[in-house]
């Protein structure tokens, strides 16, 4: 919402009555006649506020009450809520990453036949210990073959089987030892600074919202407060435009009066219009930014014409200094810049060799490492080191920390940038508010100048002393001095809540980390 469209109200109530008024100057000032006095009849008290309207009630709507319920349906922080969320499964990817790798593995394989080149055949064993000689075998039949004590070789029949149906267990762990020295930190402090960075987004933008909140709801009174005045004027110009209408039946003024009155009534009219317009505008838009399904009408549940019970003291290079230091969105960019400088050490450190412990067991029928393979589980063990480096990845992991920096740089620019533009954000409010504090002071001292030269103007155009065009004139002075009180009154009030914003004095405590 910016300043142009909050003064859109006030522009276009007095547009058309001051077009009103340059219709109704005159290229010969004609005075009425003095001797034929207006019909004197009750008319609109011009000293009577139409600001009563704005006065609170019991249950009404209040700021706070608009941003507290803008800030629950609000589709950008729940979209800032999910980035949150985001941040928080990249940190556990992160952590994970560097987790022990554990697995597990079953199999079963069906082997095709094979012959092994050995067949069926005999296994030959000695009883005693020595040479080997031939010599008749005992019974004196044949002759075999005698261990060293002249006793005969035992011999036995074998086969080797070729086992076709193959199961096996497997678990397996390996462990980035070289990861920990080289990368864990730096990814641990990347993902950190992420997830840092995504909630204090995400509580900025909580507090963005709610301070537009409240300046939509000033703006809704505003709108309320513009309709009454302009409906106070046309009360009164209608009032006048009867008596000119007797007036001019008696021959008191000039037809050409009446048609300049007429023509204020109509324009009155069209501005009393388009303040409804406006109103009815701001109250739909409360309705959507709440996220209020029902169609119930608002009512002013806060006193906008006194002074803020809270208000932001201190002079403009404190609080500009204390901006900087509060807000969260500079607090988020930096953690992004954190982010992306450790990210960049984490990515450049995969250009060294890699050293990885590793460790298996395994549970088989048959188990490979026995020989000759049997059909019956057996298990066995392996533990060791491995060390390997692919040098193309120097090439390309440097590349991609560049990048990384290049993208930190970036950030911390935009950092500079923001900084520069809260220093204006909270200039900009300071002085708005200041001006918005002269302003009271000013447009009530002008508020009621304007009544008395009313009143003045309505007592001389009585008695004939007076113009139409000087009624017409005083009748919009006191139409802008009021539009003009009531926008001084909430100005401050939408002042004061861009400079606590502007300023960080939203944050709640223990926000900022």
């Not at 309709?227 to 000039?254: H, M």
């Not at 050409?256 to 739909?284: C, H, I, P, Q, Y």
């Not at 119930?296 to 230091?325: C, F, H, I, K, N």
């Not at 001006?435 to 008395?452: D, K, L, N, P, W």
């Amino acid at each position: 919402m910016t300043r142009r469209s909050e003064l859109l109200g006030l522009v276009s109530l007095t547009m058309s009555l001051t077009a009103a008024v340059a219709a109704a100057q005159p290229t010969q000032e004609t005075a009425p006649a003095a001797e034929v006095p207006l019909v004197a009849r009750p008319l609109p008290d011009a000293k009577e506020s139409p600001l009563v309207v704005l006065k609170p009630v019991a249950g009404g709507l209040t700021s706070s009450q608009v941003a507290r319920r803008t800030v629950a349906s609000s589709a950008t922080v729940r979209a800032r809520q999910a980035e949150v969320e985001v941040a928080e499964a990249k940190f556990d990817q992160t952590t994970v990453q560097y987790f022990p790798r554990v697995g597990l593995k079953a199999t079963y394989t069906r082997l095709s036949p094979v012959s092994s080149g050995f067949g069926s055949g005999a296994l030959v064993g000695a009883g005693n210990p020595g040479l080997l000689t031939t010599g008749p075998c005992p019974g004196g039949v044949g002759v075999c073959v005698l261990d060293s004590a002249g006793q005969p070789v035992g011999a036995a029949a074998f086969e080797i089987e070729s086992l076709k149906d193959n199961y096996a267990l497997t678990a397996s762990a390996a462990i980035p030892l070289s990861d920990y020295v080289t990368k864990l930190s730096h990814a641990a402090a990347a993902a950190q600074a992420t997830r840092r960075a995504a909630r204090l987004a995400t509580r900025a933008e909580r507090l963005k919202v709610q301070a537009e909140a409240k300046v939509l709801y000033y703006t809704w009174v505003r709108s309320l407060g513009q309709v009454a005045v302009a409906q106070k004027s046309l009360d009164r110009t209608r009032a006048r435009q009867t008596d000119a209408a007797a007036g001019f039946s008696l021959g008191s003024i000039s037809k050409a009066d009446l048609m300049r009155l007429e023509a204020l009534v109509a324009n009155t009219e069209f501005a009393v219009k388009e303040g409804e317009t406006m109103r009815s505008l701001a109250a739909r838009q409360l309705q959507i930014l709440m996220g209020d399904k029902s169609s119930a009408s608002y009512q002013v549940g806060e006193d906008v014409l006194v002074p803020a019970t809270a208000e932001v003291r201190g002079g403009l290079d404190g609080l500009s200094t204390e901006a900087l230091s509060r807000r969260l969105e500079l607090a988020a960019l930096d953690q992004t810049a954190r982010s992306l400088r450790s990210g960049a050490k984490a990515v450049g450190a995969g250009a060294y060799p890699r050293l990885e412990a590793f460790g298996d067991i395994t549970y088989a029928n048959p188990n490979p490492r026995y020989f000759p393979a049997r059909r019956e589980w057996n298990s066995t063990w392996a533990v060791g080191l491995s060390a390997s480096w692919t040098v193309t990845e120097a090439f390309s992991t440097s590349a991609a920390a560049r990048e990384l920096s290049a993208s930190a740089r970036n950030i911390e620019a935009q950092a500079e940038a923001l900084r520069n533009a809260i220093r204006q954000e909270v200039a900009a409010a300071y002085l708005d508010r200041e001006r918005a504090r002269v302003a009271i002071q000013t447009s009530q001292r002008a508020a009621r100048a304007a009544e008395e030269a009313y009143r003045v103007a309505t007592d001389l155009y009585r008695v004939g002393r007076a113009t139409t065009t000087e009624l017409i004139e005083a009748e919009l002075d006191l139409l802008n001095a009021r539009l003009a009180e009531l926008n001084a009154h909430i100005g401050l009030r939408i002042a004061e809540v861009r400079l606590s914003h502007a300023v960080g004095r939203d944050v709640p405590a223990g926000a900022g980390g």
